[in-house]
């Protein structure tokens, strides 16, 4: 299983950002796929997560109605599309599958001004 996630840079407060996680190495649209956070000094707190078809999404309630999860099972990839950035949205996002216990490296979103 491999997991590479992409998309994360410095964005001002009230910003946006898309991050993608390419997958490989197991059967993609079988499994749910799920975003994560890490911020310094905290522990890692689930963000959403979606369906292996693509439906019934989940949010942690710190980032709903400002945040999408979505896949695109042709391309392997999981999307989150954040919007309304705000400071405590600063950490290092991940990606994972149901299908394994691993992590990718994680991509940096940084919220300031």
């Known amino acids: 299983v491999q997991l590479v996630e992409s998309g994360g840079g410095l964005v001002q407060p009230g910003g946006s950002l898309r991050l993608s996680c390419a997958a490989s190495g197991f059967t993609f649209n079988r499994y749910y796929m799920s975003w994560h956070r890490q911020a310094p000094g905290k522990e890692r707190e689930l963000v959403a997560s979606i369906s292996s078809y693509g439906g019934l999404p989940n949010y942690a309630d710190s980032v709903k109605g400002r945040f999408t999860i979505s896949r695109d099972n042709a391309k392997n990839t999981v999307y989150l599309q954040m919007n309304s950035l705000m400071p405590e949205d600063t950490a290092v996002y991940y990606c994972?599958?149901?299908?394994?216990?691993?992590w990718g490296q994680g991509t940096q979103v940084t919220v300031s001004s």
């Open positions: 994972k599958t149901g299908a394994s216990d691993s």
